[in-house]
């Protein structure tokens, strides 16, 4: 059935779309119908208008002081959810980052423990059955072999700080950890979220007072590192992401677009 040609079906649903109760499906074809034809158009504006008149002889209403009660707890509850998960996104971030640390120490006591044992047991068998010359050239070489473990271990990352980053939703999106040996920040992205070729993601340090400080502008990649020092991240309580022009933009300028991700900056006791 065409609706122009119908005219009193026509003007129920354009009263049931001014006045709000058409919704889904219906509202939708209604609204594709006034796109393409001026008639249905003003009916809607017509309805609209006559709805707008009785809100207008109607005595206002102040609302009981509960409603604006309730409205606050709602909004205050919605806020206190989403902060508790972002807290457990990066409670859950720092437990696993700090079982990694665990992992790491132990190995590394296990490969300086296993080295010296070698060195001790070999020493012993080649000063019992060789001659000193050739036991002196074993135990150099094993010597070599101590300080190469040894300048692995001191070339591992030591993470010390910790960051889960989420958008406004709570969502994580990127996980950063900082290490203070290398002075290197990393940056892994753990969402979908991949900005447009004209524009950059830039990551900033928010401390208590002051203005923002830029860390550096992150790379298109999965993981992404920037050179930092400890001074610039040790007293920042928070770090956050913004959407710049390709390259970012001056520290001094401060964001300049949307503020993405944002995350409390925790620092772990190895």
């Known amino acids: 059935m065409h609706l122009t040609r119908n005219p009193e079906l026509l003007d129920r649903l354009a009263a049931a779309y001014a006045l709000g109760t058409l919704r889904g499906g219906a509202r939708r074809r209604f609204e594709q119908l006034a796109r393409d034809h001026a008639q249905v ?63 790491l120490s132990w ?48 070339a591992a990352p030591q993470i010390q700080y910790v960051a889960v980053l989420a958008d406004g939703q709570a969502d994580a999106s990127m996980l950063v950890t900082f290490d203070p040996r290398h002075n290197q920040l990393v940056l892994q992205r753990v969402s979908g979220f991949r900005e447009a070729e004209s524009k950059s993601l830039q990551l900033w340090a928010l401390p208590p007072q002051g203005a923002p400080r830029s860390l550096g502008v992150v790379g298109e990649g999965r993981v992404a590192q920037l050179a ?23 520290s ?19």
Do not use: C, M, Y
Not at 68 to 92: E, F, G, K, M, P
Not at 135 to 142: D, G, K
Not at 252 to 270: E, H, K, Y
């Open 41 to 103: 158009r003003a009916a809607a504006l017509l309805w609209q208008g006559r709805w707008s008149a009785f809100s207008e002889v109607q005595t206002p209403v102040q609302p009981d002081a509960a409603v604006w009660t309730r409205i606050a707890n709602l909004v205050l509850a919605d806020q206190q959810q989403a902060q508790w998960r972002a807290q457990r996104s990066a409670a859950a971030a720092a437990t696993q980052v700090g079982k990694l640390g665990q992992a």
């Open 107 to 154: 190995w590394r006591g296990l490969a300086l423990a296993g080295s010296l044992a070698t060195v001790v047991a070999v020493s012993v068998g080649l000063w019992t059955h060789h001659g000193l010359q050739q036991s002196t050239q074993q135990l150099s070489a094993l010597r070599t072999e101590l300080q190469t473990t040894q300048a692995a271990l001191q």
């Open 228 to 250: 930092v020092q400890e001074t610039d991240v040790k007293a920042v309580p928070t770090l956050a992401i913004s959407l710049e022009p390709k390259g970012g933009v001056p």
């Open 252 to 270: 001094a300028t401060g964001p300049t677009g949307p503020v993405l991700f944002t995350g409390a900056l925790i620092r772990r006791d190895l």
